[in-house]
């Protein structure tokens, strides 16, 4: 898992494995599940807010712990310690932001709707004039997702998204997609360090012991199997 947070006092990431159970919110035995992965990396699942992902650019701030999950959002920010923020996954990336400075955190869900939405520009925004963060301390992790070797794509995606010509790779004629490179290159381009981002280049549809919609579809009762990914601040 990402090292970078690890460096920086105050910050702490994780993401869970297919191994630990479906965390797709709602789906069978995802309270359970949540409960016991974190009771194994000694967190407490009644700090848990979670967001209702929508696959779109809404960012949101986080005073408290009492709502568990949070309406039309796929990014999170809070200043609080006894929150712990997170989304789910399954090859969608999720990125983990932290102002060792300020003391914020946040973590977005970024398919790339949300991102051709703008959601990396909003978080930042947010960052800047909520929490009177300065771009160059934040600290970037990148989760895995699916990579350009699996993340085929069509014309009509080439049509909404623009810009991605240059993050598409044509092989065998057919056309595939690095989000992630086209994350990075964000991220550098709005004022974050590159030595501020830490990048997990593991491919989800590759990873058998991770989540792949892409790959694994749904389970037999219809529900999307993801992980968990989040981060808290220290106390």
């Known amino acids: 898992m990402l090292q970078i947070f690890k460096e920086v006092q105050?910050?702490?990431?994780?993401?869970?494995?297919?191994?630990?159970?479906?965390?797709?919110?709602?789906?069978?035995?995802f309270e359970l599940n949540r409960k016991k992965y974190l009771e194994k990396i000694g967190l407490k699942c009644e700090n848990l807010v979670s967001a209702k992902l929508e696959h779109d650019n809404k960012v949101k701030i986080i005073k408290d712990n009492k709502e568990k999950f949070i309406e039309?959002?796929?990014?999170?920010?809070?200043?609080?310690?006894?929150?712990?923020?997170?989304?789910?996954?399954?090859?969608?990336?999720?990125?983990f932001l932290f102002d060792p400075i300020k003391k914020v955190i946040g973590i977005l869900h970024c398919g790339w709707r949300s991102v051709?939405?703008?959601?990396?520009?909003?978080?930042?925004?947010?960052?800047?004039?909520?929490?009177?963060?300065?771009?160059?301390?934040?600290?970037?992790?990148?989760?895995?997702?699916?990579?350009?070797?699996?993340?085929?794509?069509?014309?009509?995606?080439?049509?909404?998204?623009?810009?991605?010509?240059?993050?598409?790779?044509?092989?065998?004629?057919?056309?595939?997609?690095?989000?992630?490179?086209?994350?990075?290159?964000?991220?550098?381009?709005?004022?974050i360090k590159k030595n501020n981002i830490e990048i997990d280049w593991r491919c989800t549809y590759c990873e058998d012991e991770l989540y792949s919609y892409r790959r694994d579809g749904v389970d037999k009762e219809g529900n999307v199997q993801a992980m968990i990914a989040g981060i808290k601040l220290k106390s």
């Open 10 to 29: 105050g910050g702490k990431v994780f993401m869970s494995k297919k191994e630990d159970g479906n965390m797709k919110l709602f789906s069978s035995n």
């Open 116 to 191: 051709s939405k703008g959601i990396i520009e909003k978080a930042l925004n947010k960052m800047e004039s909520n929490f009177e963060s300065d771009l160059k301390n934040i600290q970037v992790g990148i989760g895995p997702g699916i990579q350009k070797c699996h993340f085929e794509v069509k014309k009509d995606f080439r049509e909404k998204f623009e810009g991605c010509e240059k993050f598409i790779l044509n092989k065998n004629e057919k056309k595939f997609f690095n989000l992630t490179r086209m994350v990075i290159e964000k991220f550098i381009f709005i004022g």
């Open 72 to 95: 039309y959002a796929d990014g999170l920010l809070t200043s609080k310690k006894n929150v712990i923020l997170n989304v789910t996954s399954a090859d969608c990336l999720p990125i």
